[in-house]
């Protein structure tokens, strides 16, 4: 019997069969997925085989092939990776400019991720109801920026009902993970979509300006009025590691930068002091944003910090 992961705690886990009807599994045996060293062997979104024991206790037999997977570095690991989620049609980032700020470093992480795992991003900026004058350049700044890269970005606000039902054209037959700082508005996103989930949600901590986390394991959910619609809902994160990358690769996970690299005169170069390099060239130029080669630069940095 062939099943689908709506939850992974790390020792048991929420399979819907085929029929529509949900077990609480565990695995049987040691998993060994060939190629993914992971502190995860199974994560939601993967498709599953189910047997049942002679106890009645249902048991996870065997994984089928992914198509596709996102990772985060694992936070007690630090050479592995935690596979977030699994056979994603698209990663959506839920973002906002203010209570709490999403920084461009952290979204250049996600938007960089998402293409090293070859997963369609989406952006989406919260709480828009609070922007002022300031916030509103900044992200007619962003919009533009990330437009220009083939981004979707949208201009949304849960609690003002704004915005929000050009998001829903998104949803129709996907999969989608969402992901975000903490205190963004995730889980007051979802719940508007899917009333009857009723997923937690915190303040703002007035005292620190970052969010409190209340989703603890990654989770899907069937959004019911859609046509085929999952989202997959991930623990807030404030720092989103970049996974299984080495300094060489970066660049290829920055569009901008990766239609360039053929024009650097030295195959090896990695755009940051060596001469006749063309990012740093189109950088000079404003052919490539500031704001994204910063980011690049702060990536290389954490990964030289890495190895040490």
């Known amino acids: 019997m062939k099943g689908l992961i709506y939850k992974s705690t790390g020792s048991w886990?929420?399979?819907?069969?085929?029929e529509g009807t949900f077990y609480e599994a565990r695995l049987k045996?040691?998993?060994?997925?060939?190629?993914?060293t992971s502190t995860n062997p199974i994560a939601v979104g993967d498709q599953v085989e189910l047997e049942f024991s002679n106890e009645g206790e249902t048991m996870i037999r065997n994984i089928l092939p992914r198509h596709?997977?996102?990772?985060?570095?694992?936070?007690?690991?630090i050479s592995q990776h935690h596979i977030i989620a699994a056979n994603l049609d698209q990663a959506i980032l839920f973002s906002s400019l203010k209570n709490p700020k999403t920084s461009l470093g952290f979204i250049d992480r996600f938007l960089a991720t998402a293409e090293a795992f070859h997963i369609p991003a989406v952006i989406f900026f919260n709480k828009s109801?609070?922007?002022?004058?300031k916030e509103m350049q900044q992200y007619q700044h962003i919009e533009k920026m990330y437009g220009s890269l083939g981004y979707p970005v949208l201009l949304m606000s849960v609690s003002g009902?704004?915005?929000?039902?050009e998001t829903k054209k998104f949803f129709e037959n996907k999969t989608s993970l969402i992901s975000g700082n903490s205190g963004v508005g995730k889980s007051s996103f979802i719940n508007y979509l899917a009333p009857g989930l009723n997923l937690k949600t915190l303040e703002v901590s007035q005292w620190s300006g970052k969010g409190m986390h209340t989703t603890t394991f990654a989770e899907m959910h069937d959004i019911q009025g859609f046509q085929n619609a999952k989202i997959i809902d991930t623990p807030g994160l404030r720092e989103f590691g970049m996974a299984d990358m080495d300094k060489q690769e970066i660049s290829h996970y920055?569009?901008?930068m990766r239609n360039r690299l053929q024009d650097c005169r030295f195959n090896n170069?990695?755009?940051?002091?060596?001469?006749?390099?063309a990012i740093k060239d189109a950088v000079e130029k404003e052919e490539i944003y500031m704001d994204r080669y910063v980011?690049?630069?702060k990536i290389m940095d954490s990964i030289n910090k890495k190895a040490y």
Not at 13 to 18: N, S
Not at 68 to 77: C, T
């Open 13 to 18: 886990y929420l399979v819907k069969d085929e």
């Open 29 to 36: 045996g040691i998993f060994k997925i060939d190629g993914i």
């Open 68 to 77: 596709n997977y996102i990772a985060r570095s694992s936070p007690h690991h």
């Open 129 to 133: 109801d609070l922007y002022q004058k």
């Open 161 to 165: 009902l704004s915005g929000i039902e």
């Open 254 to 256: 920055f569009p901008e």
């Open 269 to 277: 170069c990695l755009h940051i002091d060596e001469p006749g390099c």
């Open 295 to 297: 980011s690049y630069l």
